[in-house]
């Protein structure tokens, strides 16, 4: 199966980001979200990261202008029946997950390809809520996607071979360096990264040093192109802790225990960037 047309759930960083990797390539797309106010800004940030692409010469005007006009904004599911492959990338959150997937499961043809862009969330769990389970998948974006290679895919236990190699080929397409891995909290990546993350918080609630020499340490000394408290800015302090009480409720191991200076921040809503203010102020 080749797809030719993507449905995005989701209009906010990743799914702006998602509509744009697809759109420069050539793919039809719909992004959906609650409100056309959502909508509208999300294709506003799309149309302002062509422009910094044109600036760096990587873009001319006449590709933006064919790239803007693949993508249509809606707040209906309904606009989604035509599409050959559905992404959701809404909140990372189970029970939103769920009730949208459910939605879509009512309205989509049987033959429509659905993928999370979920980064901790068990596949086989939400393929089971599903009616398609083999024709569902993990589909991870990493932010900025517009400049991240990397797309990891994941397989759920009912995915099947043609679910698989039809998104892979897509993510080749999109100029993505896709990696298969199975299903287990957090995946690869951030199986990795977000205990690093949380455990600079822990470094950075007992003193041992400020939040910018943290940083550089890591910076300087793993060669990392940002430090984990910027990036965890980057990210949303509120989706790191969310990941962290995923894998301290899936594993039941006390090493994914959340810091409590993060908890602290994001009942604070200090979650970052998103915010104006998380370990730094922007």
Known sequence: MTINSVGI?????????????????GLRVT?????EAAV??????????????IKKDKLTAEQKAAALALVQGSTSYEDLKGCDLVIEAATENQALKVKILQ?????????????????????TQLAAVTKRAERFI??????PVPMMALVEIIRGLQTSDATH??????ALRLGKSPITVKNAPGFVVNRILVPMINEAFFVLAEGLASPEDIDAGMKLGCNQPIGPLALADMVGLDVCLAVMEVYLKEFGDSKYRPCPLLKEMVAAGRLGRKSGRGVYSY
Do not use: Y
């Open 9 to 25: 759930i989701g209009a906010g960083t990743m799914g702006n980001g998602i509509a744009q990797a697809c759109a420069v390539v």
């Open 31 to 35: 992004m959906v979200d609650i409100s």
């Open 40 to 53: 509208q800004k999300g294709i506003a940030t799309l149309s302002g990261s062509l422009d910094r692409l």
């Open 103 to 123: 939605q879509l499961d009512e309205l989509l043809p049987a033959e429509t390809l659905v993928a999370t862009n979920t980064s901790s969330i068990s596949i």
């Open 138 to 143: 993990g589909m991870h974006f990493f932010n």
């Open 165 to 170: 190699d039809a998104v892979k080929e897509l």
